[in-house]
T-cell receptor, first 115, second 115 residues
Framework: AQKVTQAQTEISVVEKEDVTLDCVYETRDTTYYLFWYKQPPSGELVFLIRRNSFDEQNEISGRYSWNFQKSTSSFNFTITASQVVDSAVYFCALSETYTGNQFYFGTGTSLTVIP | DVKVTQSSRYLVKRTGEKVFLECVQDMDHENMFWYRQDPGLGLRLIYFSYDVKMKEKGDIPEGYSVSREKKERFSLILESASTNQTSMYLC??????????????FGAGSRLTVL
């Protein structure tokens, strides 16, 4: 069973629009971590954010914000006023305490921002 | 500021050849990982290592082996390459100890084509 589901395979938006990337996870662990990574066309995944399961506060970093809701097992990522440089593949990931350092990635969402 | 280096960006090999993919990190991390990335499948863990000479199978270890003789180097070996191993291979390293909180740093990837 897929532990991390990113249902949106591809999204296209026009520059300056807001866009939300969905991430739904599945775990039976009480202590876990959620991540978002960005993979630009160059290929190297870049870390964006990490949240632990005990911290449900939403986070904002510039144009990026994250909404963590344990009740719906979701960790969604919103880009406000999108820019062409945001075009990339975005991966959501989960790590669980009991699996001892395995990281489970979603299938990724490819975002294209059209100028 | 290079932190995780993968020796080859692009490789073309023939079926049956032995293939070595090398990965070196300069962050003194204990944990290193090899993932395979395929369209629609996201990142799938092949092997990981949490210490020198230690290794654990990930989700898709069949057809692969690994070597970790030194802390900074983690090699992925395809004993007899097959066409279904044509893929993008990503190396990552992340932190000390078996903690799910570790943030992974990725290399730029090695795109392997097996003819």
């Amino acid at each position: 069973a897929q532990k991390v589901t990113q249902a949106q395979t591809e999204i296209s938006v026009v520059e300056k629009e807001d866009v939300t990337l969905d991430c739904v996870y599945e775990t039976r662990d009480t202590t876990y971590y959620l991540f978002w990574y960005k993979q630009p066309p160059s290929g190297e995944l870049v870390f964006l954010i990490r949240r632990n399961s005990f911290d449900e506060q939403n986070e904002i970093s510039g144009r990026y914000s994250w909404n963590f809701q344990k009740s719906t097992s979701s960790f969604n990522f919103t880009i406000t006023a999108s820019q062409v440089v945001d075009s990339a593949v975005y991966f959501c990931a989960l790590s669980e305490t009991y699996t001892g350092n395995q990281f489970y990635f979603g299938t990724g969402t490819s975002l294209t921002v059209i100028p | 500021d290079v932190k995780v280096t993968q020796s080859s960006r692009y490789l073309v090999k023939r079926t049956g050849e032995k293939v070595f993919l090398e990965c070196v990190q300069d962050m003194d991390h204990e944990n290193m990982f090899w993932y395979r990335q395929d369209p629609g499948l996201g990142l799938r863990l092949i092997y990981f290592s949490y210490d020198v000479k230690m290794k654990e199978k990930g989700d898709i270890p069949e057809g692969y082996s690994v070597s970790r003789e030194k802390k900074e180097r983690f090699s992925l070996i395809l004993e007899s390459a097959s066409t279904n191993q044509t893929s993008m291979y990503l190396c990552a390293s992340g932190g000390q100890g078996r903690s799910g909180a570790n943030v992974l740093t990725f290399g730029a990837g090695s795109r392997l084509t097996v003819l």
